[in-house]
């Protein structure tokens, strides 16, 4: 039984987490034969002000112009 931990800095939409769900199980099952019934998956949200990276917190970090676009879509 395949259990996966997944780490976001930041947060997700439910919809976004469901289709990391379905992706990651569809994944398992195709790359190692495991049953979608099988997989386990836990999604943990992490503050960016509680996570750093590269000597910053992920909150104090410039936004790329990629986010910029995302964020002004309405995406996260």
């Known amino acids: 039984m395949p259990f996966v931990d997944i780490r976001i800095a930041g947060s997700a939409t439910r919809a976004q987490k469901a ?3 379905a992706d990651v199980t569809k994944a398992l099952g195709t790359h190692l034969g495991k049953p979608a019934s099988a997989v386990q998956i836990n999604i943990t949200e992490l503050s960016t002000e509680n996570y750093g990276s590269g000597g910053l917190l992920i909150a104090d970090r410039p936004t790329s112009p990629a986010q910029e676009v995302a964020s002004a879509n309405g995406q996260r």
């Open 19 to 21: 289709a990391i769900v």
